[in-house]
């Protein structure tokens, strides 16, 4: 967090990664057993949403002659990448985690999440943050300068719990992430467009593959006994 948030730069590649991921996420949810794996399956919606979301944004924003623009969708994408994910981050690694010190460490970055998220969302509705085109691509208006103040807890919220994980698939799920918005980072820095919408795809295809392997061993192992 530099001061901005750059992110897919069309309508069309918004709504595209929307209906890819969206067809992933439903397709994940047949292969859920356990409560305890809801939060993490349901992970390709949450981004399926959110670039439902970004393509309504680019619209509005191309139909727009201000300079900023803040809708309803504007809201609603602030209020899911800037509460809501830090704080289902960590409680999506939690149910999935049964060492109880692993699980209060995540319980704490949860309440980070909390903290961090609401600060961010309450500033963006207090300082009326919109968004605007920047060389092809969305430019979220950041409520505090620098951005790093607010980009260390939000990361450590967002992909610590992860890498604590005893689980091997959400330990490697978490080092995705932070390679994934390290990359996203250093392509915002150089002013290209952001490929954040493709890791999102590519994180997604991890987690359908993660359960779809994991009914195929169980069913597997229930055969051969």
Same mark, same amino acid.
């Given at each position: 967090? +530099?001061?901005?948030?750059?992110?897919?730069?069309?309508? &069309? #590649?918004?709504? &595209?990664?929307?209906?890819?991921?969206?067809?992933?996420?439903? #397709?994940?949810?047949?292969?859920?057993?356990? %409560?305890? =794996?809801?939060?993490?399956? #349901?992970?390709?919606? !949450?981004?399926?949403?959110?670039?439902?979301?970004?393509? #309504?944004?680019?619209?509005?924003?191309?139909? +727009?002659?201000?300079?900023?623009?803040?809708?309803?969708?504007?809201?609603?994408?602030?209020?899911?990448?800037?509460?809501?994910?830090?704080?289902? $981050? *960590?409680?999506?690694? %939690?149910?999935?985690?049964?060492? %109880?010190?692993?699980?209060?460490? $995540?319980?704490?970055?949860? !309440?980070?999440?909390?903290? &961090? !998220?609401?600060?961010?969302?309450?500033?963006? $509705?207090?300082?009326?943050?919109?968004?605007?085109?920047?060389?092809?691509?969305?430019?979220?208006?950041? *409520?505090?300068?620098?951005?790093?103040?607010?980009?260390?807890?939000?990361?450590?919220?967002?992909?610590? *719990?992860?890498?604590?994980?005893? @689980?091997?698939?959400?330990?490697?799920? !978490?080092?995705? $992430?932070?390679?994934?918005?390290?990359?996203?980072?250093?392509?915002?820095?150089?002013?290209?467009?952001?490929?954040?919408?493709?890791?999102?795809?590519?994180?997604?295809?991890?987690?359908?593959?993660?359960?779809?392997?994991? @009914?195929? =061993? =169980?069913? +597997?192992?229930?055969?051969?006994?």
């Amino acid at each position: 967090m +530099s001061g901005r948030l750059d992110v897919c730069f069309s309508s &069309t #590649a918004s709504f &595209t990664a929307s209906a890819v991921l969206g067809g992933i996420g439903f #397709a994940t949810l047949p292969f859920v057993r356990d %409560r305890r =794996e809801w939060l993490f399956a #349901a992970l390709p919606l !949450g981004f399926a949403a959110h670039q439902l979301l970004e393509g #309504a944004i680019w619209q509005q924003v191309e139909q +727009s002659s201000e300079p900023s623009v803040r809708t309803g969708a504007v809201v609603a994408w602030l209020f899911y990448a800037w509460f809501l994910l830090p704080i289902w $981050m *960590p409680l999506a690694a %939690r149910a999935l985690e049964p060492d %109880r010190r692993r699980r209060r460490w $995540m319980l704490g970055l949860t !309440g980070l999440g909390v903290l &961090t !998220g609401t600060f961010l969302f309450v500033s963006s $509705m207090i300082l009326s943050a919109g968004v605007r085109v920047t060389r092809h691509h969305l430019e979220y208006q950041l *409520p505090m300068h620098p951005g790093w103040l607010l980009a260390v807890p939000y990361l450590l919220a967002t992909c610590l *719990p992860l890498l604590l994980s005893t @689980r091997v698939f959400v330990r490697r799920f !978490g080092v995705a $992430m932070v390679v994934a918005l390290g990359a996203s980072s250093a392509i915002a820095a150089k002013e290209l467009s952001s490929v954040w919408c493709f890791f999102a795809a590519l994180l997604s295809a991890g987690v359908f593959a993660h359960f779809a392997l994991a @009914r195929r =061993e =169980e069913q +597997s192992v229930s055969l051969a006994s």
